[in-house]
């Protein structure tokens, strides 16, 4: 079974960056989109980013602007850097994968503290 490993999550400042990673467990084959959702307390699983194997990339209106995301060197790795960090940031973000099958990762919690 394939699994999503994430890192890069923790407390931040207002203001501060944030990068996240997302590595699979397999290179067995390349999933045709990566990306991050995220999800607040209380709240629903919302978009952050995602990117296409051909490059292509999508962000959430909360985001857009101040976020980067981007495919690392290794097959199935995927980053994202988010600048200018607000407190309404501070959510679960899970790292998604999208191929034959979709995959989730565990969730990296992000707290952006005022």
């Known amino acids: 079974q394939v699994e999503l490993v994430e890192s890069g999550g923790g407390l931040v400042q207002a203001g501060g960056s944030l990068r996240l990673s997302c590595a699979a467990s397999?290179?067995?084959?390349?999933?045709?989109?990566m990306g991050w959702y995220r999800q607040g307390p209380g709240g629903l699983r919302d978009l952050v980013a995602t990117?296409?194997?051909?490059?292509?990339?999508n962000y959430g209106d909360s985001v857009r602007g101040r976020s980067t995301i981007s495919r690392g060197s290794a097959k199935n790795m995927v980053h994202l850097q988010i600048d200018s960090l607000k407190p309404e940031d501070t959510a679960v973000y899970y790292c998604?994968?999208?191929?034959?099958?979709?995959?989730w990762g565990r969730g990296t919690q992000v707290t952006v503290s005022p």
């Open positions: 397999t290179r067995d084959f390349i999933f045709s989109e």
């Open positions: 998604y994968a999208h191929g034959t099958y979709d995959v």
């Open positions: 990117i296409t194997s051909g490059g292509s990339r």
